[in-house]
């Protein structure tokens, strides 16, 4: 029998990735999205390529009467959980919105999937859980902490609260996936990351002076302690971190508890790395400035992924001339994102 995943946040960017390898591997998918930082015509595109349908509600997780709905019209197995609000930066201006939206939406989403005695979840943590992990390849033992800004320590929290709800009825099955750095898009070029105005992340900035959108990159930093000075980060295509989804999906239908599991490739590329590697994909030379740091930053983030591979028997399949050459390829055919 086909198992439906209910996809919270799905039209987004990783959402939609991950919404497009759930219907190729056989899944039916609802998802639920308020469109707050994405658009419809994502998921319009995901059926095009996949050339199978599924179930769109636009709303918020936050209405708990409206999830009630959901898991009564339709029969559930599991939840992936992406909602949420993303930004490092906005997050410390408005830091009641983001720990309201975090929060919040992730506490009526529990409570419905109680009521509707649906116990198995995906959450989106990140990264950002271990602070900084000085320079070391992070494994799941890492001490976490140290985040300096709202939005990571919501994801914290969350983690936190996940395990309460888990130690409070061990019939919950939890996945804790703590991203990296995600970029790329799926080779069609037909979808992938839209920023809303200018991008705070490394990779859509790139492109965006690649595409002529912004005249030179800011290097934030040069004077870290890695091989050429600027911060190190652990890259992972967002096809790959997709499939990891699906992976840890079947992971959980058959192993109960609560897991945190990175998911990355294990090697770290600097900011310059990233630019020429760009570069290549683009077959233009990109201007950057070195700037100031950017405060918050840590010089040096990857992940130990062994784990992912142990228990999911995942791990990340593309390299960063795939990520780059992808990113690129949506960037030129849709240089406006969604929007046209
Ligand atoms: P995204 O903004 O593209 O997707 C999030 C989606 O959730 C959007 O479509 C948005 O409209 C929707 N949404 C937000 N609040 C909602 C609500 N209350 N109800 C319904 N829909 C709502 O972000 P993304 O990059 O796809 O990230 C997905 C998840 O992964 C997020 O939880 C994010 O924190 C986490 N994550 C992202 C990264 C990254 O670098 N992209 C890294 C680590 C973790
Ligand atoms: N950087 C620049 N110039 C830019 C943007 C970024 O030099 O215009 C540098 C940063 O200083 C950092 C690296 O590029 O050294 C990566 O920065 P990103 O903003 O792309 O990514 P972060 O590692 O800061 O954070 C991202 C997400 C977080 C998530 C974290 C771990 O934004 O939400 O990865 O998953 F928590």
């Known amino acids: 029998m086909t198992s439906s995943i209910l996809v919270t946040g799905g039209a987004g960017y990783i959402g939609s990735h991950t919404c497009l390898c ?54 559930i197995d599991a939840v992936i959980h992406f ?10 201006v408005k830091p009641i919105e983001y720990y309201d ?53 919501s994801k914290l929290m ?42 705070n992340n490394l990779m859509p900035y790139i492109s965006q002076v690649a595409v002529g959108l912004r005249p030179y990159l800011s290097v934030y930093g ?28 079947k992971w959980l239908t058959t192993n109960p508890g609560i897991r945190a599991i990175n ?6 590329y600097s900011v310059l790395d990233i630019l020429h590697a760009f570069e290549k994909a683009c077959g233009k030379s990109l201007p950057y400035k070195i700037v100031e740091r950017r405060a918050g930053d840590v010089a040096i983030c990857y992940s130990d992924s062994s784990l992912a591979k142990e228990l999911l028997g995942w791990q990340a399949q593309y390299n960063l001339d795939d990520m780059c050459k992808d990113a690129w390829h949506w960037q030129v055919n849709n240089p406006k994102g969604y929007k046209g």
Not at 83 to 92: H, Q
Not at 223 to 245: E, F, N, Q, W
Not at 263 to 268: K, M, R
Request: charged share 20%.
């Open 22 to 75: 759930l219907l190729e591997t056989g899944y039916s998918v609802i998802v639920i999205d308020n469109l707050s930082n994405s658009s419809i015509e994502s998921l319009n595109r995901v059926q095009n390529i996949t050339g199978k349908p599924l179930d769109f509600i636009q709303g918020d997780v936050r209405d708990e009467t409206l999830l009630n709905e959901i898991f009564k019209k339709y029969s």
């Open 83 to 92: 909602a949420g609000l993303k930004s490092v930066g906005e997050s410390i």
């Open 101 to 153: 939206n975090n929060l919040h939406n992730t506490l009526t989403l529990c409570r419905a999937m109680t009521r509707a005695r649906i116990k198995k979840l995906v959450f989106s943590s990140s990264a950002t859980v271990y602070g900084d992990p000085k320079g070391k390849a992070a494994n799941e033992q890492f001490p976490v902490g140290g985040i300096t800004n709202p939005y990571g320590t």
């Open 158 to 199: 969350l983690e936190q609260i996940l395990t309460d709800i888990y130690r409070s009825d061990n019939e919950w099955n939890i996945a804790l996936l703590r991203y990296f750095n995600p970029v790329g898009a799926h080779a069609s070029g037909l979808i992938g990351e839209d920023p809303n105005g200018i991008p």
């Open 222 to 249: 040069n004077d870290y302690s890695t091989p050429d000075g600027t911060g190190v980060r652990d890259y992972i295509h967002v096809m790959d971190l997709a499939k990891g989804h699906v992976a840890a999906l």
């Open 263 to 268: 998911l990355g490739t294990g090697v770290g």
